[in-house]
Structures are given as structure tokens and as C-alpha cells.
């Protein structure tokens, strides 16, 4: 036999072969054939080097005979098995060793693991022989990914082969480039790359324009600089080489039109040249002139052109030069010509150029094939945009592709449609696109277009009644498919209706909507997404016109709970639509009888697994048995868009912190406002603990406590628990230290002590923290045991970076100013301005800010006692202006006593939620701090926070007018009292008020 | 950009398959699986392109052709032609490996895997169109191949062997 007989002649088209049954088996005696004279055609040696030995040829004989994918899975893993053997045997010769390469290639074409043999192909491309090196060239470039590990063992070997001389051992390593360099080996090759752009082969300059444009794909930042080489390359003599550019610049020019706009005239002269026929005759193909030159420059001309009236004049010409020449015999003159379209379309509108694209689309939608018909359709979607009149001359055609059988041409006239819905038109496309969504089964597409319907109903509905049952249609049949957005929407605009004013169009809509569904429910498995509307639906309005009893709603709803058990959020949606409906039952005067079914179903639902349920379940049993007055005000009527108020400041409960107070409870202290002073205290608390649960420890911390009292400011402490880290502290100290020389050696004990301090606290904060949480006396504490540790666990990290913010939000321009003024530098960080208050306080005063960290006036009002006359006098008008100062909010204080109280219960609830959920401490803070910024507008209902900030101000500011009296140490005392009381149960406080104040 | 060019026989099985984007072995092996799947289930006069959106994610069409028990399938995004898509398969297929083999069957291109290969090469470079000439795109293979056959001289394959092997 012939060694050729069995070849079989490729056809242009596949139309021209049938692939019937008799087709196949005649195939497969040609493929017996085939097989038998695989032999002869060996002996024959194939073309060029390209040889496979007998064992490949009898691999892919028995693959090809294998009956089942069993027996091609056990074959293919002897195989496996084979190579795994030879491919590690020493000295192959390369032959072989190509030839097994070759062989793992198939085999991992064919979805088995060759990875053991990666390495070998790596190896291959260390290899001196171009057969040898271009076949692990191909291996490596099949096999690996960019980010193999193994890549960096091929870069070294990639940046040998770009300098060599051979231009093939270039140009492989180019393929391997172009596949297996990631963002960070580029730099490595990136220069040799950029040299080869100027090499005197067209086929490596080239391809390393396209190495660039791959890079450029990876990273665009590693060759933004290199973009004048591939303008440099436009001009290249070679037109491939050109041709090959635009490529990258196409991608260049998508995303930074402007940029490109110079090159209009060259992009427009250069497609002028190929249309002319000015390129060599190589480059033709079919009779046409460069075409694929051509395609990609119309693509580009397309970009720049786009709403340029002035760019898209000089393409008018050629454009038009092309629409005639082009040959609309051939498939690549179709090509060209649809890009032609396409360009007019994106460029500044020409009528005569839409007329030529016009009659363009007309010749592809009466063609035959439907090739040209998909352009054709897929052309008229372009070009309705800008002259929406040409779709009607071609209504039939669209309504024949419509009816056609090859999907791929429906669909793109699906979304020509789409494109073209109008008011007018949108019931019968809508009701098309349901009706095709019904007959497919592929999900990905019946999602798409489902949504397309919802997108267009919305849009375009001409009519409530319509858009229901449309929409019931969609959720009917692609329910499951369709976003859960889409039903909250449709419930939304039931609830809404349609934003007009007509109370009756909308409660027709409504009636409408529950009778559909009223007969949907008699249909089976229907989508859990529409049953939830259906249920919501009915629990808000099936009872609303009086046309069906509550007793036939609340047994529809029971039917669906039993129908769908198995649906949780179903059954969810099922119990709340039956509270709404004995709700309004009971809410109108009528008795509630409720149905046997119901009960049962209550019963299962008590007892239920799902915790949601269970809840929905007991609610409905307590509001059954509320009255008309409290359940008209759970759930009156039809308020589902009424917004809920939620009253964060929680002002019903001022009453009950009124009575609280006066019964001695501690006022609120906002967090910014008491961390100074709960620091402390809170220090004093945590040795309270520490002496309780270590006793030995106790000692050992109280000592240097004693001689803080006697001496140090308690302001360093104070300082120290804000800062986190104490050193800076020390430049501060002896700053203080040289400019009161009287308190120096104070000062330098505080340095030591303040050194104390950190050591004490760094080893504190694992022993005594549990002990704070367990201990859980005040959430105050809590509070500040956070505050103390710093970011060893995220909900504390947490409270301290917004207390931080808060923190920078409240030191004001004037205080930086003093700060600087007095500091020489300016208080920006919250160290400085935590020390800076020492002596910026007054100044606080006087703007008459929000008194910050109370504690810390304490402390520095303490200070300045100490301090020469110069700052007394610092502090003395402070001392006369707290008074004052207060004043705009006296006239306030009525109000603000219970809003203190309000926060402080806010607070006291949210801060105890801290240890457990710092999303709500998050939610209070931000409140606050949003709040400071208000300051001003302090009558504003939602700035409470400030103004309890004023208020714990002013107690704190008091302690200090009070503490500040001639007895240093009577005052040391008191405020170490103070701290201690403060961190005590609230209880305790007007005694300290009484003991400073009376 | 192209992302894919698949060869297929009429059975499903893959004779030849290159991804510009890196897929994992498994992934390639599903992705030609369901390819197959909506070739087998395409009537015939139909046009030759499919939207693979559901199997090739967003922005992704389809082109293919049958040459006798081959499916010759090109993946691609919106950036390219479909119909220049088609020309590059009939140059691909009908012209390139008609003149590398005279008369091309599916057995040439199963034999002839490395060469395959090396076309493609020729023609597609990461992921972009870059040679559309035949005549050149032989030029380049058959001096490869003559390259080849030259180093292969070189090496330690018995002379008897290799005078026997190239031609």
C-alpha cells in the first residue's frame, strides 16, 4: 500500500466532511491503515531531524487503539513508569534523551504527572546542541509555570543564549522569555532584550518586541521607560517587524489614549502603504494586502479615534479606501471589512462612512454563512449606538438569527437586543429571553441572561402587572441562578411601589403581586430565593386589601414551611410573614384563632435545631400573646420602609441614670477624658490586685509607690501609662529638670522611677492583666487594662490606635503652637503632647477646649505648685478662667447631667462588650471621635459625648482647683484617694466629691 | 491576546495543546475536556465560533474548525478578530502543515509532536499573532530543522545512525 494512501486531505471547510457513522468507521479502518504504514513512513525517516522512535510509535498506537480510558490511563503509566527508569540511566545519547522529553511532553498532554522529568528538561537547556537545547527549551516552556522553582536554574542559562551568536539559540531563548519570566527575574534579562531590538535579524527583533510586550503585560512599571523603542520599531525597515509592534502598542494605547495621539498621521499613512499595496508580495494573503496588518491598525485607528473629531478626520480617507478595495469574497476580507465597522463605529461619527459600514452589515446578514451573520449582528450592535435608525431595515434578519439553530448566533442576538431595548419593544425581548432561558441548560449563560431580563424589566417595565410576572417568570425558572440582590430589590419596589405618589397604584401592585403568588404556590419546587419573596410578600401584604383571610394566608404560608422543611431560611421567612399576619390580625381588634397546622408547626420550630428559627418561633409566641396596643407598636402595618431609628445615645434610659445619680452613682466619664486619671488609678488598682493574689509581690512595688506620692507629680505616671515606651520621657524630664532647677533632684528620681515604672509595667502586664479581666470589678478597669496592653492582642491594639486618632484629633493648631513655643518643638506625637500638658494646660484652659486627661491637670496643676512663682502665675489665670470657661455650657447642664449618665451607660455596656466584641467598641469610639470634631456644635443631639467630656472636665478640674490647696501632701493624698475611688464601684463617688468638694 | 490553541481528534482525544497562560496539567485536561464537549454537541452548518465565557472566564470566545478528524480550536479575548482567528487556523492547518507534510493527517501531527511545536512557535509568541507569512514560517522551520540535523551530526550517535535518521 501506499505509504501516503491513508492521508487525508484537509478540506477548507467543515462543513464538507459529514461526520456520520459510516464517516467514523471508514476513519477508523483509515486509522488501521494508517498505523501499518507508520512503519514504512519510519524507515523513510521523518522530514528535517523531527524522528520519533519504534517505542513513541507503538506509545501512541496502542493510546490510539485503547478502548476505554482505563486501559489509555494503564498504558500511558507503564509508560510513565518506562521513563522514569531510562530518563535517570547516565550517558543517553541526546537523541534519545530528546526523544524521552518529547514522550513526557505527551504524556502530561494527555493529563498524567510528568513532573520527575522537569529537571531533565531543565538540564537540556544547559545542553551546547541547538536540537537538544531547543527541546528543553520547548519542554521547560510546557511544563513550568513562571513562578517554578525551577526557573532559577533556567535565567542564568536564558541570559547565555540571548548573547549568542547562533540567531535560533536567540530565538528559543526569546519563546522561553516570553513564557517564563515573572515580574522579578525581568530586570535580569531586560537589557540583553533591549539590545536584541537592534539586531540584524527581523525574526529576533521581533521577537523580542514581543518579549517587551509580554513584559509589559507582567509588570508595565519594568518597561514604562522602554515605550519610545517600541515607537522607534514602527519605523523598522522590516513591515513584520512593524506589524509585531503593534501589538504592544495596541495594549499601550488601551490603556493611555492620549499619550498616542501623535501617531495618528503615522498609524493612518502606514495603513495607507499596505492598502496601496506597498508592502512586499509575501506579506499578501488571499489577494488581500497585509491583512492582518490592516486589522490591527483599524483596531488601534479605533482607539484613538474614539470621541477625537479632530483625530478621526485624517482616518476618514483610508477608512473609506478600505471599505472599496476590500474583497468580500474571502473570509479575510470579511475580517477586515467587520474591523473596518468596528472602527467607524468607535471613531467621530461620518455619514458616509456609516452608510458604507451600513451596507457592509446588510451584506453580512444576508450572507449565507453564518460566520458573516454572527459579524453581521455583532457589527449592528456597534453601529445602533450611533444611528439607532439602521436596525429596522434589517428587523427580519435579526428576527431569522434569532430563530437560528446555532446557539453561538442566538445569543449574539440576545445581546443585540439587549442592546437595543426600548419602552416599546422590552415586553416582547423580555418575554424572548425568558423563553430561550427556559430552554437552555447551561447555568453560566441561563445566569447571565436572567439577569439581563431583571435588568431590563426594572429598567424599561411598562407596567406593575408586568414587571411581576415577569420577574415571577425569571425567579420561576432561574431562581436558584439569580443574585439575592435581585430579590431584595423586587421586594424593595414591592414595598416602595413605584415612586409615585398614587397610594392606590401602589397597594394595586401589591394585591396583584399576592394573588400571582398565591397561585405560584399551588406550583411545585419552586427556588428558595422566590419563595422568600413570596413568603415576605405575603406576611407584609396578603391581608392589606381584605381580600383573603388571615386564616387562608397564615395555611399557605404553613403549607410552604412543610413543603420546603428543608429549607431553613425558607421556613425563617415562612414564621415571620405568619407573625406579621396575627400581628396586624391582633393590631385590627380581630380574635386570633390559630390554625391546628400552625400549631404543630410552631411546636417543631420551638424545638428547633437552627437557633434563628427557634428565635422567630418564640417571638411569634410572645407577641400572640401581647395585646392590640403593644403589638401595634412591634409591628405596625405596612412600615416596612420606614426607617428604623436607632437612637445610639439610648436617651430612654436618662430617666433611669437620673434616679441612678442621685442615688450616688458615679457620672460618666468619657474614655479620651478619663484615661489619665483611670490610668492611674488604675495602677493603684492592679497593685490593689496584685497585693491580693501575690502577696510577696506586694512589698516590692508598694516602695517606690510611697515615694511617688511624697514627691514625683503623679503626672509622670500618668505620662508613662500613656506612652508605651518610656524612654522618651527622659529628655522631657531634664528638660523640666533645667528649667526648675528646684525640683531636679526630683525630677531625676522620677527618672529613675520612671524607669521603675516601665520595668514594673512591662513585667505587670502579663501578671496582673488576667487579674483585671477575672477580677472584673468596674468596666472602667477593663477599659484600662487594655489601654495598658499594647497590641498583645488585637482587641486592645484595637481600642488603642482609635484612642490614639482620637488622641491627634484633639490636640488643636494652638495648642501645637504653645507647645512649640514653650518645647521648642512642636507636640506632635502623643508622647509629647501626653508630657506637653504639663505645661500647655493652661492654654487649654483658655481656648477654652475640652479639658483634656483630667488626671494629668491634676497632676500638673501639682507641678506648677511646686514650680517657681512664673509658672504659678502660668497657672494662675487658668485657675480663674475654669469658671468662666465653663459658662456656655452651664446654661446646659440640666441637659447634660443625664446625657453624662446616658454615655456612661452606653460605656458601661459597651466597654464591658469589649472583652467579648470590639466591633461595638470600635462602633462607640467612632462616635465619639466623630463627635469631637462637632465640638462646637455641641447643642447637636448627637454630640453627647463632648459635652460629657465637659462635664468630666470639670469634676476633674475641681479635684484640681481643690488639691491645689497649701498642703502638698494633704492634696498628694486626696488624689491618691481619688484614684482609688475612681476605680471602685461607682457607688463610691459622691463620697469623693463630698470629701473635695463640701 | 490568544490564551490557547488546542488540536483535537473528533474523539476528544488531544493531539496537541499549548496555553499562553500557565494552567495547571488538571485544568488543561478539563478545559479540553469541556471544549470537546461543546465541539461534539454543534450542529453542522453552524458558524464557527463560541462564546467559551463559562469555560474560559470573562472575555473569552471560541474559534474553531474541523479538518477531517481534527479540531483545530483557537481561544482568544475580545482584542482580536474572529474571523482573522479562522484565517490564522486555515494557515496554521491548511497551508503550514500542508506543505511541511504534503498531504497532513492527524497521525503527522501526533508523529511530528516537536515540530508541531516549533511552528506554533514560529507563529505565536506569547499569546500575540507574530508571523502571518507561510513561506516564511517554513523558511524558519526548515532551517531549524537543518540546524538540528547539523548539531545532531556532532554528537556521539553512531555516523551509520544518523546518516540513516536524516533522510
Known amino acids: 500500500m501506499d505509504a501516503k494512501s491513508y492521508a487525508i486531505c484537509f478540506k477548507p471547510s467543515s462543513s464538507a466532511l459529514k461526520r456520520s457513522n459510516t464517516t467514523r468507521n471508514w476513519y477508523r479502518v483509515a486509522k488501521l491503515e494508517q498505523l501499518k504504514t507508520i512503519g514504512r513512513e519510519l524507515t523513510k525517516g521523518s522530514q528535517g531531524g523531527f524522528y520519533q522512535s519504534k517505542e513513541f510509535l507503538d506509545l501512541v498506537k496502542s493510546i490510539g487503539e485503547a478502548r476505554s480510558k482505563a486501559e489509555e490511563d494503564r498504558i500511558v503509566l507503564s509508560e510513565i513508569e518506562t521513563l522514569k527508569r531510562r530518563i535517570s540511566e547516565p550517558d543517553i545519547p541526546k537523541r534519545k534523551m530528546k526523544e524521552y522529553i518529547i ?225 468580500s469574497s474571502s473570509n479575510i476580507g470579511n475580517a477586515v471589512l467587520y474591523e473596518c465597522i468596528c472602527c467607524v463605529s468607535s471613531i467621530y461619527p461620518n455619514p458616509k462612512l456609516l452608510e458604507s459600514a451600513a451596507d457592509a452589515i446588510s451584506r453580512f446578514l444576508k450572507s449565507d454563512s453564518h460566520n458573516l451573520k454572527y459579524m453581521g449582528i455583532d457589527a449592528l450592535g456597534r453601529l445602533i449606538k450611533i444611528s439607532p435608525e439602521i436596525a429596522e431595515q434589517h428587523q427580519l434578519a435579526v428576527i431569522d438569527c434569532l430563530e437560528d439553530p446555532d446557539d453561538t448566533l442566538k445569543r449574539k442576538t440576545f445581546e443585540l437586543l ?22 437552555i441548560n447551561d447555568n453560566h449563560y441561563k445566569t447571565e441572561i436572567a439577569s439581563r431580563c431583571v435588568e431590563l424589566a426594572e429598567q424599561f417595565a411598562p407596567s406593575n402587572q408586568w414587571f411581576i410576572q415577569t420577574m415571577n417568570k425569571v425567579f420561576e425558572h432561574a431562581g436558584d441562578l439569580v443574585n439575592i440582590k435581585v430579590a431584595h430589590n423586587l421586594m424593595r419596589l414591592i414595598a416602595e411601589g413605584f415612586g409615585e405618589d398614587d397610594d392606590t ?181 492592679q497593685d490593689h490586685h496584685e497585693a491580693s493574689s501575690h502577696g510577696l509581690r506586694f512589698e516590692a512595688y508598694e516602695l517606690p509607690k510611697q515615694t511617688v506620692q511624697a514627691r514625683i507629680p503623679p503626672a509622670s505616671l500618668a505620662s508613662t501609662e500613656l506612652v508605651p515606651v518610656p524612654e522618651p520621657m527622659y ?86 503652637k504653645l507647645a512649640a513655643s514653650l518645647f521648642g518643638g512642636p507636640s506632635k506625637t502623643e508622647k509629647k503632647s501626653a ?164 | 491576546m490568544i490564551k490557547a490553541v488546542m488540536v483535537m481528534n473528533t474523539q476528544g482525544k488531544p493531539r496537541l495543546a499549548k496555553f499562553f497562560d500557565y494552567l495547571p496539567v488538571e485544568k488543561q485536561q478539563e478545559l479540553i475536556r469541556r471544549v470537546f464537549g461543546v465541539l461534539c454537541s454543534r450542529p453542522e452548518n453552524v458558524s464557527n465560533f463560541i462564546e467559551a465565557e463559562s469555560i474560559f472566564g470573562p472575555d473569552s470566545r471560541l474559534v474553531y474548525n474541523h479538518f477531517a478528524t481534527l479540531y483545530f480550536v483557537v481561544v482568544f479575548d475580545s482584542s482580536e478578530n474572529e474571523l482573522a482567528m479562522l484565517d490564522y487556523i486555515q494557515l496554521l492547518g491548511q497551508q503550514t502543515l500542508e506543505r511541511c507534510f504534503k498531504n497532513v493527517c492527524e497521525l503527522d501531527i501526533v508523529f511530528n509532536y516537536s515540530k508541531i511545536h516549533t511552528i506554533l512557535d514560529e507563529i505565536i509568541l506569547g499569546g500575540q499573532v507574530l508571523e502571518t507569512r507561510s513561506t516564511e514560517i517554513m523558511r524558519a522551520v526548515e532551517e531549524i530543522s537543518k540546524l538540528e540535523a547539523a548539531t545532531n551530526a556532532i554528537s556521539f550517535i553512531p555516523k551509520s545512525a544518523s546518516s540513516w535518521l536524516s533522510r
Open chain 1, 103 to 327: 514522550r513526557l511532553v505527551y504524556v502530561e498532554m494527555l493529563g498524567h504527572d510528568a513532573s520527575f522529568g522537569y529537571i531533565h528538561a531543565v538540564k537540556m537547556i544547559h545542553d551546547d546542541s541547538l536540537l537538544v537545547k531547543r527541546t528543553g527549551y520547548l519542554a521547560v516552556t510546557l511544563f513550568l509555570n513562571e513562578d517554578h522553582d525551577l526557573i532559577i536554574l533556567i535565567v542564568n542559562t536564558i541570559q547565555k543564549d540571548l548573547k549568542s551568536d547562533n540567531y535560533l539559540v536567540v530565538c528559543a531563548a526569546l519563546n522561553a522569555v516570553c513564557k517564563l519570566i515573572n515580574e522579578e527575574t525581568i530586570p535580569a534579562v531586560l537589557p540583553q532584550i533591549v539590545e536584541l531590538l537592534a539586531h540584524p535579524k527581523e525574526a529576533v527583533r521581533k521577537k523580542a518586541i514581543m518579549a517587551l510586550h509580554r513584559f509589559y503585560q507582567k509588570s508595565p512599571s519594568s518597561v514604562s521607560h522602554l515605550v519610545s523603542n517600541f515607537r522607534k520599531r514602527l519605523c523598522d525597515n522590516d513591515p513584520g517587524v512593524m506589524g509585531a509592534t503593534l501589538c504592544p502598542l495596541f495594549d499601550l494605547i488601551t490603556n493611555d489614549v492620549n499619550s498616542y495621539k501623535d501617531l495618528v498621521i503615522s498609524f493612518v499613512s502606514i495603513l495607507k502603504q499596505v492598502a496601496e499595496r506597498r508592502l512586499p508580495k509575501a506579506y499578501d494573503y488571499h489577494q488581500m494586502p497585509a491583512p492582518f496588518i490592516q486589522i490591527k491598525l483599524l483596531k488601534i485607528l479605533a482607539l484613538l479615534g474614539s470621541s477625537d473629531k479632530q483625530a478621526s478626520e485624517n482616518m476618514y480617507t483610508v477608512v473609506g479606501d478600505i471599505f472599496r478595495k476590500c474583497d
Open chain 1, 418 to 439: 439587549y442592546k437595543m431595548t426600548k419602552s416599546t419593544n422590552v415586553e416582547v425581548i423580555v418575554d424572548r429571553m425568558i423563553d430561550y432561558m427556559n430552554s
Open chain 1, 505 to 685: 397604584a401602589d397597594s394595586q401592585l401589591r394585591s396583584s403581586a399576592v394573588e400571582s403568588y398565591l397561585h405560584i404556590l399551588g406550583e411545585p419546587k419552586l427556588p428558595s430565593v422566590f419563595l422568600q419573596v413570596i413568603c415576605w410578600v405575603l406576611g407584609e401584604y396578603g391581608t392589606a386589601d381584605g381580600k383573603y383571610s388571615a386564616s387562608y394566608i397564615t395555611g399557605k404560608l404553613c403549607d410552604v414551611a412543610e413543603a420546603y422543611s428543608n429549607d431553613e431560611t425558607v421556613k425563617a421567612y415562612a414564621v415571620t410573614a405568619l407573625m406579621k399576619i396575627y400581628a396586624f390580625e391582633i393590631a385590627a381588634g380581630r380574635k386570633v384563632d390559630m390554625l391546628p397546622e400552625c400549631h404543630s408547626l410552631m411546636e417543631e420550630f420551638l424545638a428547633s435545631h437552627s437557633t434563628d428559627l427557634q428565635q422567630r418561633a418564640y417571638e411569634l409566641q410572645a407577641v400572640i400573646g401581647l395585646d392590640a396596643h403593644a403589638v401595634e407598636s412591634i409591628l405596625p402595618s405596612d412600615a416596612s420602609c420606614e426607617d428604623i431609628e436607632v437612637d445610639k445615645a439610648l436617651s430612654f434610659l436618662n430617666d433611669y441614670i437620673q434616679e441612678a445619680i442621685e442615688k450616688g452613682a458615679q457620672p460618666y466619664i468619657p474614655e479620651s477624658e478619663r484615661t489619665g486619671m483611670l490610668n492611674i488609678s488604675n495602677f493603684r488598682n
Open chain 1, 731 to 816: 529628655p522631657r524630664e531634664s528638660y523640666q529638670t533645667t528649667t526648675v532647677p528646684s525640683v531636679s533632684s526630683d525630677a531625676a528620681s522620677t527618672e529613675l522611677k520612671l524607669r521603675l515604672d516601665g520595668v514594673q509595667k512591662r513585667w505587670g502586664r502579663q501578671t496582673h492583666f488576667p487579674s483585671t479581666s477575672t477580677s472584673n470589678s468596674t468596666s472602667l478597669k477593663t477599659v484600662n487594662g487594655i489601654t495598658q496592653v499594647d497590641g498583645s492582642n488585637t482587641a486592645n491594639s484595637r481600642t488603642r490606635e482609635t484612642y490614639d486618632s482620637r488622641k491627634q484629633v484633639e490636640i488643636s493648631p494652638e495648642k501645637q
Open chain 1, 835 to 998: 508630657t506637653g500638658h504639663k505645661s500647655s494646660k493652661p492654654s487649654s484652659h483658655m481656648v477654652k477646649s475640652h479639658a483634656p486627661k483630667s488626671s494629668m491637670e491634676v497632676a500638673s496643676e501639682k507641678t506648677s505648685v511646686q514650680q517657681p512663682p512664673d509658672l504659678l502665675d502660668f497657672g494662675e489665670p487658668t485657675v480663674k478662667s475654669t469658671a468662666p470657661s465653663l459658662d456656655p455650657f452651664k446654661d446646659l447642664e440640666g441637659l447634660l447631667e443625664p446625657t453624662t449618665q446616658v454615655s456612661s451607660a452606653v460605656n458601661h455596656s459597651s466597654t464591658a462588650a469589649v472583652t467579648k466584641s470590639p466591633d461595638i467598641m470600635g462602633l462607640y469610639t467612632e462616635t465619639t471621635a466623630g463627635a469631637h470634631h462637632k465640638d462646637s456644635d455641641i447643642l447637636s443631639g448627637l454630640s453627647n459625648p463632648p459635652m460629657t467630656n465637659m462635664v468630666g472636665g470639670t469634676t476633674t478640674m475641681q479635684v484640681a482647683q481643690s488639691s491645689k490647696g497649701p498642703n502638698l501632701k494633704d492634696s498628694l493624698e486626696k488624689d491618691a484617694l481619688v484614684r482609688q475611688m475612681g476605680v471602685t464601684p461607682s457607688s463610691q463617688n459622691p463620697n469623693l466629691f463630698k470629701d473635695i468638694l463640701g
